[in-house]
């Protein structure tokens, strides 16, 4: 459950000041989809302990081709997949005829809507905002986006929903627990052991399957699906939700996140569905494993690096696909390989396939990067062995001097999984250099053995 908020107004009311403050909390990455939309920028966000994804939607003018055509056109997908809207307006402008527009739309819409006054900063933000009652759609919300007032009461009301289903699926958890516990739990500390060495066990490993439009993704699925036994296959999707498909192969259970809608076996039927790019993202959020379609026809994209972005930032095990590999002469594969190793170089922890999801050629092999990726992602590493890997890492090559000090590097201990991180503390540590601390990192993925998903290293001061 990945919530999804989409700014809404004209221009200069303030969405991309807002935008980047929330998107801040998430060190996130914002990407442009050039070509799918027009002006419209998607951030992943965090609201307490809650990821969330924010979609600028781009300005709204109410220009000569009438506000509806142009609502249609460049903002309708969002607000359709979007849960609420923040709907925002300039209260030192006062209301606008395009506010009013937009307004008018918004009302006809079944969507939770906040109406967000903006720039109250050094004006009497009752008065400014009073206006904006006009527009009938309930409460003002009055923020400075630029300085943060009044955002953190803004996202509480938006998210109090969400934060309500949160905290009933928590107690459900609970109870679930409770009742474990009174069943099972005689030996309360095994029980604590037990959950944490093997919490994944019989967990089905989801599986992304994503990529821009027409990349073969499909195809793929389609593949995948004729050759292993369905559990479930019919599962109605809508716009803005994956198909899960439930799987097994070779004795472990998946989920397949099909981001594209797979076309019926048998059937003629076309799954022509928009390219939705909140959709591609929640799936990676959603996600153990994502599984990144490129194609070989085409080269890579500024759209394929976007949709990897946000699989890195989400901090995802990731195997990577070049499909259509079939029927390409020599010179064309070595081209791509050196343009692959040019823009793709960045990632040394993903697989890389060239694979044919027509004929079928090196799909098999994908899942063996995908069991290795799950694998290292959720591998329990004990602190001891870690901090022996330090030690053997510092004795192989020192830190270097800072101000004639040596940086000390002391111990290590796991700090979670999926991906895994691991704290190191010692001292000096913010003179450390990247490049020791590539050297660190890819010393641990040697060490460890993680393949497939990415290791984060935190760094504390002191003991
Ligand atoms: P957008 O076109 O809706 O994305 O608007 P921008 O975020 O680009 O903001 C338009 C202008 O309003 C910029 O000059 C911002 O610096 C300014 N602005 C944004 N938020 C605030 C605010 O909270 N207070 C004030 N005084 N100015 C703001
Ligand atoms: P999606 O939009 O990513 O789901 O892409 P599709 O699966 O619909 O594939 C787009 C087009 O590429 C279709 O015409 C497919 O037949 C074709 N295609 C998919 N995989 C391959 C492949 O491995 N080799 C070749 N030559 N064509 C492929």
Redesign the pocket.
């Known amino acids: 459950m990945t919530p999804v908020l989409a700014l809404v107004?004209r221009?200069?009311?303030?969405?991309?000041?807002l935008f980047n403050r929330l998107t801040r909390t998430r060190d996130a990455l914002v990407a442009d989809f050039p070509g799918l939309t027009r002006d419209r920028k998607y951030g992943q966000a965090s609201y307490r302990d809650m990821e969330y994804l924010v979609i600028d939607t781009g300005?709204i003018h109410g220009g000569e081709e009438g506000i509806d055509a142009e609502m249609a056109d460049q903002s309708m997908q969002a607000i359709e997949e979007a849960d609420a809207v923040l709907f925002?307006v300039d209260a030192r402008a006062g209301v606008t005829s395009a506010d009013e527009a937009i307004a008018e739309h918004l009302r006809r819409q079944d969507k939770p809507v906040f109406l967000v006054a903006?720039?109250i900063?050094g004006v009497d933000a009752d008065v400014v905002t009073a206006d904006f009652y006009s527009l009938a759609l309930g409460d003002i919300h009055g923020i400075?986006?630029?300085?943060g007032r009044g955002v953190t009461q803004l996202l509480d009301q938006a998210f109090a929903p969400f934060l309500e289903e949160m905290a009933a699926l928590h107690q459900e958890s609970e109870e679930d627990d409770e009742w474990a516990d009174g069943e099972f739990g005689d030996d309360e500390q095994a029980v604590e052991e037990d959950a944490e060495r093997q919490p994944f066990e019989d967990m089905p490993i989801k599986l992304a399957i994503i990529g821009r439009p027409n990349v073969g993704k499909s195809t793929l699925t389609n593949r995948i699906l004729g050759e292993e036994r369905v559990v479930v296959y019919d599962m109605p999707g809508t716009t803005r939700d994956s198909i899960y498909i439930p799987m097994e192969r070779d004795e472990q259970e998946y989920v397949l996140i099909d981001t594209a809608g797979v076309r019926r076996r048998g059937k003629v039927t076309e799954a022509v569905e928009k390219f939705s790019v909140i959709k591609t993202l929640k799936a990676i959020e959603d996600a153990n494993v994502v599984l990144l379609v490129l194609d070989a026809r085409e080269g890579i994209s500024d759209q394929d690096l976007s949709i990897l972005g946000f699989a890195l930032n989400a901090g995802r095990s990731l195997v990577l696909a070049v499909n259509k590999w079939d029927g390409l002469d020599q010179v064309v594969k070595d081209d791509l390989k050196r343009e692959l190793d040019r823009r793709l170089g960045f990632i040394d922890f993903a697989r890389l396939h060239f694979i044919s999801a027509l004929h079928g050629t090196g799909v098999g092999h994908l899942f063996e990067s995908v069991q290795e990726a799950y694998q290292s992602a959720t591998k329990r590493i004990n602190t001891s062995m870690l901090t022996r890997i330090l030690k053997g890492a510092v004795e192989d090559h020192n830190p270097p001097m800072v101000q004639g000090r040596r940086i000390k590097l002391r111990y290590a201990h796991a700090g979670g999984y999926n991906p895994p991180i691991i704290v190191i503390h010692g001292n000096q540590l913010s003179g450390l250099p990247e490049s020791y601390r590539r050297y660190l990192m890819n010393y641990y993925r040697r060490s460890l053995g993680i393949m497939g998903t990415p290791i984060r290293i935190e760094y504390r001061e002191g003991v």
Do not use: E
């Open positions: 107004g221009p200069n009311v303030g969405k991309s000041t300005g925002l903006n720039k900063d400075a986006a630029a300085h």
